[in-house]
């Protein structure tokens, strides 16, 4: 059997330059060291300058994963950017990051899927590519949730970062079967019966604002982990993997609480899960392609390694994405 799959050729990230640590949060409002850290993992986080729009974090990142896989920015023709934090309303983020790219053939569109969004984003490229239509794509994650935070709430605020991460995809001849290079499977999921329990409170059809992100964390959390698992269980039904052939998990760095306790429930060796959240903080799409430039750089992932992604956040949302490097 043949098929198309969806290959990485490469991978990048960007971090705006600003660290805020939890020491600094603390000296502003009613929260410690020691809750964030006991509570979400989280230490420090990057927010970006206030003349640093997504599109620009996501063209930093784009640039990188451009240069890892060695290839022309002119040989891409899809550009895919998850973000809930768009440069505007309209046009797309993506076709600022494409402009700016110096690229003016293809498609670029942005997608809406809150923290699930690179995993919704990946699935959306790989079924383009798997379709025929595109050759190359770019899959961005690229938020500032700095921007819709309410930095008055210490339930959200301590929680999220800004950032992006980019993948660059080729659609490659395989044989079909899961020993194939490339994105082996891909399953996502919502349930808008969630959609209050993390939401941003404005927007231009409703209050003509843009509004502040607000949470129910503890309802959200009690949600995470059945969802996260459930997923992932059936991204093995669909291959026959098991937790034992994963070389590494990386999954959306929400809490580190959350991770763990997925990991444990998955029977995923805690050497394999690949962990950001404590530098980076919640950065939403951003937060896996961030983490997995780590691991590649860093050379834990290496060419053939099964790498497993998830992700869970607002709608409610989740997915996971299931791939050979
Ligand atoms: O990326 C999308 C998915 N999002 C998530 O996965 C987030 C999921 N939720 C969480 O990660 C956790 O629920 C939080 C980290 C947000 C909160 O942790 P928690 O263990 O669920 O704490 P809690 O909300 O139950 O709050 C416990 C206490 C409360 O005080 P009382 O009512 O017990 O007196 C809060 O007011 O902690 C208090 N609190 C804080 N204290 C110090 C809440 N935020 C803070 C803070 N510093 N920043």
């Not at 921007?147 to 991460?165: E, K, P, Q, S």
């Not at 079967?177 to 941003?200: E, I, N, W």
């Not at 998990?249 to 444990?264: M, T």
Request: net charge negative; hydrophobic share 45%.
């Amino acid at each position: 059997m043949t098929a198309i799959r969806s290959v990485v050729l490469g991978c990048g990230s960007y971090l705006p330059e600003r660290v805020l640590t939890n020491a600094e949060l603390a000296s502003r409002i009613d929260t410690s060291d020691d809750w964030i850290v006991q509570r979400t993992g989280i230490r420090e986080r990057h927010i970006a300058a206030d003349d640093e729009f997504t599109s620009h974090l996501a063209i930093k990142a784009a640039q990188a994963a451009l240069t890892d896989a060695g290839i022309d920015a002119q040989s891409i023709d899809l550009i895919v950017v998850a973000t809930s934090t768009p440069d505007n309303t309209f046009p797309a983020t993506a076709v600022a990051v494409q402009h700016g790219l110096g690229i003016n053939h293809g498609v670029a569109f942005d997608l809406q899927a809150v923290c699930s969004g690179f995993v919704f984003a990946l699935t959306t490229a790989d079924n383009f590519l798997r379709a025929g239509s595109h050759k190359r794509a770019l899959v961005i994650g690229a938020e500032t949730f700095s921007r819709i935070l309410d930095w008055n709430d210490r339930g959200t605020c301590v929680l999220f970062g800004d950032g992006a991460g980019a993948v660059v995809l080729e659609a490659q001849p395989g044989t079909g079967t899961t020993a194939d290079r490339g994105l082996l499977t891909t399953h996502l999921r919502s349930d808008g019966r969630h959609k209050s329990k993390l939401f941003v409170d404005g927007g231009p059809g409703s209050t003509k604002t843009v509004g502040h992100l607000r949470m129910e964390g503890r309802e959200v959390f009690k949600h995470a982990v059945g969802m996260i698992t459930d997923v992932i269980v059936d991204a093995f039904n669909a291959t026959g993997f098991t937790a034992e052939d994963i070389n590494w998990f990386i999954p959306h760095q929400a809490n580190k609480r959350i991770i763990d306790a997925s990991a444990h429930k998955l029977h995923i060796a805690p050497q394999k899960v690949v962990l950001t959240v404590d530098l980076h903080g919640n950065t939403s799409a951003a937060s896996i392609p961030l983490a997995l430039a780590v691991a590649v750089k860093d050379g834990r992932v290496k060419k053939g390694d099964l790498v497993l992604f998830e992700a869970m956040g607002g709608g409610f949302t989740w997915g996971s994405v299931l791939v050979r490097w």
